[in-house]
């Protein structure tokens, strides 16, 4: 069932754009769940050209990662590299049981770092209504003691295609973490479009 405050389509406040993405890749082999959420930093413009010289708007699929080829995901990860996206990830492994507060700890940090990078908007993916209410609770407490959120925020589904850089770098780096292959996370450290951060 789609959440009720789901909000695609609405203009984009300023011109700095923090996206925020997940990942939960399952390691079978340990019984270890892991949680990667990254957030890239937009230069809006830019990347929404760079998406659509790649992706025409005649697709009407959204991009996701695990569905994807590889020319579809190199095509992706040289959007990221030629805007000059700048991302940061953060992955932890955990117990089932322990993934939800993790995820949570780490949009709060993330949101941090939006907040010290002057993001202006924060658009994450949307899930279920609980899932949000959660989420801004997290958001509120993160910025409670300075004096609020300093950026509008929202979440959105994949048809807003500023997410799909999101969704690339989670799937990329969750790829990475549970050795299925390097190949991507290490293209985007190697142009120095990534930042990991292991909790």
């Known amino acids: ?38 957030a890239a930093l937009l230069s809006v413009p830019d990347v929404v050209a760079g998406l659509t010289d790649m992706f025409p708007a005649s697709r009407k699929r959204p991009f996701h990662w695990a569905k994807e080829g590889p020319e579809a995901r190199n095509a992706i990860l040289d959007v990221i590299v030629s805007t000059g ?11 089932r049981r322990g993934q939800l507060p993790v995820r949570l700890e780490m949009l709060a940090d993330l949101s941090g770092w939006a907040a010290i990078e002057g993001a202006t908007h924060v658009m994450i993916e949307a899930s279920d209504d609980a899932t949000i209410g959660r989420d801004q609770k997290a958001l509120l407490d993160r910025h409670r003691d300075s004096g609020g959120v300093p950026f509008t925020y929202d979440w959105r589904s994949k048809c807003e295609r500023a997410l799909w850089v999101a969704d690339a770098i989670a799937g990329s780096v969750g790829e ?21 951060k292991f909790r």
């Open 85 to 95: 996206v700048v991302a940061v990830a953060h992955c932890a492994h955990v117990s």
């Open 1 to 38: 069932m789609k959440p009720t405050n789901v909000s695609d389509g609405r203009p984009i406040v300023g011109d700095v754009l923090v996206v925020i993405d997940e990942s939960s890749p399952n390691n079978q082999a340990g019984g270890v769940a892991y949680v990667v959420t990254a």
């Open 176 to 196: 990475f973490v549970v050795g299925k292959n390097a190949y991507w996370y290490e293209k985007l450290v190697g142009a120095g479009a990534l930042d990991l």
